[in-house]
C-alpha cells in the first residue's frame, strides 16, 4: 500500500496524484473516502456502477470519482475515472493510516541472537523474533506476533498481532499477513506402518510467499515435506483458508474464506477460488481457472474454464444437469401420460387383435 | 452467565432461586449437576426428553429437574420444570467457577498508555491492552489476550487466551469470546488494475459487538470496509465462523461451526444457520430464517423459510427434489419399459398396415 | 517421532536400524532424504509405486528404498522393503531435526505456582504456563504457547508456538500439536427461554487427548459439557478441524483439513473422514468408516463403509444416482421421442379408428 503522506489534499492534488482529470473547484479540500450515502463535505466518494447514479444527487461528499461518460450528467465536483472503483482504491490509500505502532523494537519482545532489522523496522509488545530471522526495511511486526527461526521477511511488511511464521519461511516485500494466521505448520503426511498405525513423514520445506500477497486471518499454510509451498506474487487469500505441503499458488490469484487446497496441487495465474471451495491434491488448475463457491474440484482443469458443483462440472453442464433435475417432475408427468396413452393403444388393439387374428386365420385358410 | 456465589445449595434454596417448585425433602445438599447417567448423590440432573424418562431410576442424582406432567410418576426429589434444560442451564450456572485468573494486572502484561481499566478487571500475564483502550468492570482478560489500540471491551466480559480484537473495535457488555479468535481483521477488498493486479482497498470501518454476544474459538470477523461490522445482541456464534466485512447479524441468532458470510450480508433475528454453511454477499435473511448444514445461500429469504441444500432451497423442495433423484432408477425403467411397449405397438400395427393400406388401395379403386 | 541422532549413516546402518536388506556397498554415506528428482548424491530417497519406475535412472540419489521384486532392474545402491513408503518415513525420521529451543526455561515465560517440569522439558519465550499444569520429561513448549491451569501434557510432546491448551485438559505421550490451535473452548450449548433467548450451559468437562495424537493447525477442540471430549490414541488430524464438545475419535483415525464433528458423536478406529467432511451430532460412525471429502453425514455408520456426498451415501449408490443425474438429457430425449412415436401411434389409429368402428357397425349389423 502506498505510505501515508498527508491528511488532507485539494481537489487539484488528488487529480494529479492519481492521474484522472476532474471538475469543479481544484481548491476543494478532502480529508478523506467514504460511500455516496454517508460521505461528509470534506470526503471523496465514488460511483463504481451507473444503476446507482440516482444516489449522486443526494450525496453529501464533497467529489466523486466517476466514469468520464457521466460527468456532464452531474453538476459538482467530480474526479473522472474509466475505473472509478479502482481510482477510488488509491485514493483511500492515500489517507489510511496504518495502525499504530512503536518506534523501533519494544522492550517486552524477545529478540533472539542474530536477528537481522532493516531501518525503520518497527517490533510490538511481546513479539517473538527467533535467532537468525531477518526483517526487511520499515517492515512492522505488531504485537504478540511471532517469527521463527531462520525466518525472512521483505520490506514494507505488515505481519499483524498473534501471527505465527515458522522457521525457515520467506516472506517477500509489501505482504501482509493477517492475525491467527499460521505459516509453516508441517504438513500432513503419514505412512501407515503394519499394524495400520500412522507413521510421521517428517516435513523438512518451507513455505515461500511472494512479494505483494496478502493473507487473512486464521488461514493455515503449511510447509512442503521437500522444497516449498509456495505463494507467488500478487496473490490475495481470506480468511481461515488451508493450503497444504507443496501447493503451489499462481500470481494474482484470490482465494476466498474457508476454502481448502490439498498437497502438491498447482494452481496458476489470476485463478478465482469463491468461499469454502475444495481442490483434491496433486492435481493443476490452469490461469484464469474461476469455480464458484462451495464447489469441489477433483480434476485438473484446463486454463480459463470456469466451474461449479461439488463434483465441480463446467458452467454451462452445471447450469445443463440443475435444469435436467429441476425438469423431473414434469418429466415424471409425462411418463405417467405416457403410460396412460400406450395402455389406451393397448387396450384399443387388443379389441382389434382378435379380429385381425380371425383375419389371418381366415386368409391362412384361403 | 451468572456470577458462580456458593458451591453448595438445598434443593429448597435451588426452587427458590430459580423459580421453580420442588418436591422431597428441602434440605438436601447439592453441590452440582451432572448427567442421569453420571450423577452423584449431591448432584442434580435432568430429563430434558421424557423418551429417556427409564433412565430416572438408575440415575444417583440427588435430585432430577424434570416437567411437572412427569412428577407423579418419579417417587424422589425433583425440581418441576416446564423447561427443563433452560432450569437445568440455569442451575448449573450456579455451580459453575470460571478458570482462576489473577486480581488485578498481571506484572507480565503489556498496559500502553491511557489505558481505563474498571473496578474488579482482571488482566492476566503476557496480555496486550494497547493504547486508549478501555475496559469494562469485572471484566477478565486472561493471559496472552490481545486488545488492540483505541479498543472498548464492556462490563463482566470474559476475553479468553488468544484472543485478538483489533483496533477501534467496540465489545458489549457481558460478551464472551473464545480462544484464537481475530475480531478486526481487514475485509477482503481489492480493485483491479489495468494489468490485473489486486489493488487494496484499506479497510477503515470497525467491528461492532453487541452485549450477550458469545464467540466460539477461532473464528475471524472482519472490520467493515466503512462503518461497522455489527453482532447483535444475544447471537451466539460457534468456533471457525467467518464474517466477512460489513456483515450484519441480527439478535438471538445462532451460526453454528465453520459458517461463512460474505461480505455486507444482513441477517435478521433468531436466524439460524447450521454448520458448514456460506451465504453469498449482499443479500438479506429474514428474521427466524433456518438453513441445514452445509447450504449454500445465494438469494435473500424471506422471513421465517427454512432452507436447505447447495444452492439452498425450501426445506419441501428440496425433500421433493431429492425424492425425484431417488425415483430416477424407476424412472429408467419405466422409459424402457415404454419403449419396448410402444415397439411391440409398432410392430404389431406395422402388421396391420400393409393390409389396411391394401384396404385403403382397394377402397381407392372402388 | 524417533528422536534424532546423528547428521549422517552409512546405507549398511540404515539398513540396520530400519530392518531391511540392502544392495550395494554398505559405506555409502547418506546425510538426509529427498525425491527422486531433487536429491543430491548423499541422500537416500524412494520409489513408493512403481509407475515412476523410469524416473530412478535419472535420479542422482546416494540410494533408493524400493520394493524387493524391482531390485534385479536396478544397478544401484538400494534399500529393499515391502513398504518403500513407511521405511522412508521411518530414514526420514532419523534425519529430521526439530525446530531449535533454547533447554531449560525461558526467562521471558511466565511460570505460575505449583508448576511440575519433567526432566529436559524445554520452555521457550513469552510461554504461559498456569497453576497446576504438569509438564512430562524432554516435551518442548514453543515460544508464545498458552497451557492453562490444571494442564497436564505427557513426555516428548510437542507443542508448537500459539498452541492453546486450556485450564484441566490432559494430553498424552508423543503428542504433537501444532500452532493456532486451541484445545478446551467452551461448547456450543445453550437453552432457550421463555423470549426465546439463549441461555448458556456452562461446559464443566474437558478435552483428553491420547498418546501419539497429532492436530494441525488452527483446530478448535472443545471441552465436554459433562466428562470429556476424546481423542484416541495415534489419530492424526489436519489443519481447520473442528471437534464439539462430548466427541470421540477412535484410534489410528485420520481426519483431513476443515473437517467438522457435531457435539457427542462417536467415530470409531481407523475412520478417514476427508477435507471438509462435516458430521452431524450424536451419532455413530463404526470401524475403518470412510467418507470422501465435502460429503455431509447425516446418519450412524456401520463399520466398515465407504460414503460419499451430502447427504452421504455409500460409494455404490453415489454413482448410480450421479450415473442417473447425468442420464437425465438421454432420458429427456427419451421420453420426447416416445411421445412422438406414441402421437404416430395414435394419429394412425385415428385413421384406423373410423373404418374399425364402421366395420364394428357393420358387424353388428350383420
Not at 69 to 97: C, G, I, K
Not at 280 to 287: C, R, S, Y
Amino acid at each position: 500500500m502506498t505510505v501515508h503522506q498527508k491528511s488532507a489534499y485539494t481537489l487539484g492534488e488528488l487529480a494529479e496524484i492519481l492521474g484522472v482529470p476532474y471538475r469543479g473547484d481544484p481548491a476543494i479540500v478532502i480529508r478523506g473516502v467514504g460511500p455516496l450515502e454517508a460521505a461528509e463535505p470534506d470526503r471523496l466518494s465514488f460511483l463504481a456502477n451507473a444503476k446507482y447514479a440516482s444516489m449522486v444527487p443526494r450525496s453529501r461528499a464533497g467529489a466523486i470519482v466517476v466514469e468520464p461518460s457521466l460527468a456532464d450528467t452531474m453538476d459538482r465536483p467530480l474526479l473522472l475515472s474509466e475505473r472509478p472503483y479502482l481510482t477510488m482504491a488509491r485514493a483511500a490509500q492515500l489517507f489510511h493510516r496504518l495502525p499504530p505502532l512503536n518506534d523501533g523494537v519494544h522492550e517486552t519482545a524477545f529478540v533472539a541472537e542474530g536477528v537481522e532489522l532493516g531501518p525503520e523496522v518497527r517490533v510490538g509488545p511481546l513479539v517473538h523474533l527467533g535467532s537468525g530471522s531477518r526483517i526487511g526495511a520499515r517492515t512492522r511486526v505488531y504485537g504478540s506476533a511471532y517469527i521463527g527461526c531462520g525466518v525472512s521477511v521483505g520490506e514494507d511488511c505488515l505481519i499483524y498481532p498473534g501471527v505465527y511464521i515458522l522457521d525457515g519461511c520467506r516472506i517477500g516485500d509489501r505482504v501482509i499477513v493477517h492475525s491467527g494466521t499460521v505459516i509453516g505448520s508441517d504438513g500432513y503426511g503419514f505412512a501407515q506402518d503394519e499394524q495400520g498405525r500412522h507413521v510421521k513423514i517428517p516435513q523438512s520445506g518451507i513455505v515461500q510467499i511472494d512479494d505483494d500477497v496478502e493473507i487473512g486471518a486464521n488461514c493455515t499454510v503449511d510447509r512442503a515435506t521437500f522444497g516449498k509451498t509456495w505463494i507467488q506474487r500478487g496473490t490475495k487469500i481470506d480468511n481461515l483458508v488451508q493450503l497444504a505441503h507443496n501447493v503451489v499458488v499462481g500470481e494474482h490469484s484470490l482465494l476466498v474464506a474457508q476454502v481448502g487446497i490439498a498437497g502438491s496441487t498447482r494452481l496458476g495465474r489470476h485463478v478465482v477460488l469463491g468461499g469454502q471451495v475444495g481442490v483434491v491434491g496433486h492435481i493443476e488448475l490452469g490461469d484464469a481457472v474461476r469455480v464458484g463457491a462451495q464447489s469441489g474440484v477433483a480434476h485438473s482443469v484446463e486454463p480459463g474454464k470456469d466451474l461449479i458443483g461439488s463434483p465441480a462440472v463446467e458452467h454451462r453442464q452445471w447450469f445443463r444437469t440443475h435444469a435436467n433435475i429441476q425438469r423431473l417432475p414434469r418429466m415424471k408427468n409425462q411418463i405417467r401420460e405416457l403410460q396412460k396413452r400406450v395402455a389406451e393403444l393397448e387396450g384399443y388393439l387388443k379389441q382389434l387383435r382378435p379380429q385381425a387374428e380371425e383375419d389371418e386365420v381366415h386368409e391362412s385358410n384361403d
